[in-house]
T-cell receptor, first 107, second 112 residues
Framework: DAKTTQPPSMDCAEGRAANLPCNHSTISGNEYVYWYRQIHSQGPQYIIHGLKNNETNEMASLIITEDRKSSTLILPHATLRDTAVYYCIVSETGTASKLTFGTGTRL | DGGITQSPKYLFRKEGQNVTLSCEQNLNHDAMYWYRQDPGQGLRLIYY???????QKGDIAEGYSVSREKKESFPLTVTSAQKNPTAFYLC???????????FGPGTRLTVT
């Protein structure tokens, strides 16, 4: 599986958009990008995933660069409840199979 | 309400004792997973099961054992062979064709 690189921490003003970057320069053509978040002392929560195209759901947007070497998770109007550790994960299938969690970004 | 239950939330054991962590789900999911999380670290996969009566080792299976006799249940036993068992343990489940894993609230195990 490809590895990901994320900044250890980021700050965001409440009400502003939070843009969380992820580098996955060794990603292969069939690997998906997943984002999860973990609020303190709770289990992780799925946010969004994508392969090539940008994706949006009720929680966030996922922007994947054309070369797929990096992506950005966008929380459009961050609130205090979005305080969490955000994990960017690359997985070789589009299903919820084995996931490898790094150390993530603390927002 | 459908979901994943892990009990207890906090567990204390003496060194040298085996301990079993419970994980139950009523989501009718075929696949279940156990992860371990140490302070300031990400999750590491211990064991996973794609179907009843079958399971595979994850990245850090040494010192752990599991069983999958029922679809709803996937208990994890932390044996005395696990050198550093104190950690936060998370159970998850998914459907084989689904796109997300659903996590339980976790059990914090402290061994002294």
């Amino acid at each position: 599986d490809a590895k990901t690189t994320q900044p250890p921490s980021m700050d965001c003003a409440e009400g502003r958009a939070a843009n969380l970057p992820c580098n996955h320069s060794t990603i292969s053509g069939n690997e998906y990008v997943y984002w999860y978040r973990q609020i303190h002392s709770q289990g992780p929560q799925y946010i969004i995933h994508g392969l090539k195209n940008n994706e949006t759901n009720e929680m966030a947007s996922l922007i994947i660069t054309e070369d797929r070497k990096s992506s950005t998770l966008i929380l459009p109007h961050a609130t205090l409840r979005d305080t969490a550790v955000y994990y960017c994960i690359v997985s070789e299938t589009g299903t919820a199979s084995k996931l490898t969690f790094g150390t993530g970004t603390r927002l | 309400d459908g979901g994943i239950t892990q009990s207890p939330k906090y567990l204390f054991r003496k060194e040298g004792q085996n301990v079993t962590l419970s994980c139950e789900q009523n989501l009718n999911h075929d696949a279940m997973y156990w992860y371990r999380q140490d302070p300031g670290q990400g999750l590491r996969l211990i064991y996973y099961s794609q179907i009843v009566n079958d399971f595979q080792k994850g990245d850090i299976a040494e010192g752990y054992s599991v069983s999958r006799e029922k679809k709803e249940s996937f208990p994890l036993t932390v044996t005395s062979a696990q050198k550093n068992p104190t950690a936060f343990y998370l159970c998850a489940s998914s459907i084989p064709t689904g796109t997300e894993q659903y996590f339980g609230p976790g059990t914090r195990l402290t061994v002294t």
